[in-house]
């Protein structure tokens, strides 16, 4: 089952990806024959064009994390897995607590003996 921020990170991954190939393909094909490109436009697009297909890929990279992670606990669960825990504590310190005692009881009981 797929959650909420994996699709959504999926729709990120998918549209970086589509608006990335679009511009590469509009930037150096459908604009005619790049190299004819008058120097100042080369040197305006040519670095606009890296930035542009690099903040793509980092939203890509954040869309695919997005996508592939799986999502968190619930609060929900998360509070009553902490209230088990200390439940358990609390009756683990109840039976050390009985324990101490009956050794207490036997140490005392053998004094008793042995005046």
Known sequence: MVSKDQTIGGIILI???V????YTV????LGGDPFKWELPFSLIA????IAFIAIMGIGAWIGWTMATTPPPKPIEELTSE???KK???AEVKEEAEAAEETVEEKKTKRKGEKS
């Open 19 to 22: 608006i990335g190939i679009l």
């Open 46 to 49: 040519l670095p606009v064009f």
């Open 87 to 89: 439940e358990e504590k």
């Open 26 to 29: 509009g930037l150096f094909y």
């Open 15 to 17: 549209v970086c990806v």
């Open 82 to 84: 902490i209230e088990e």
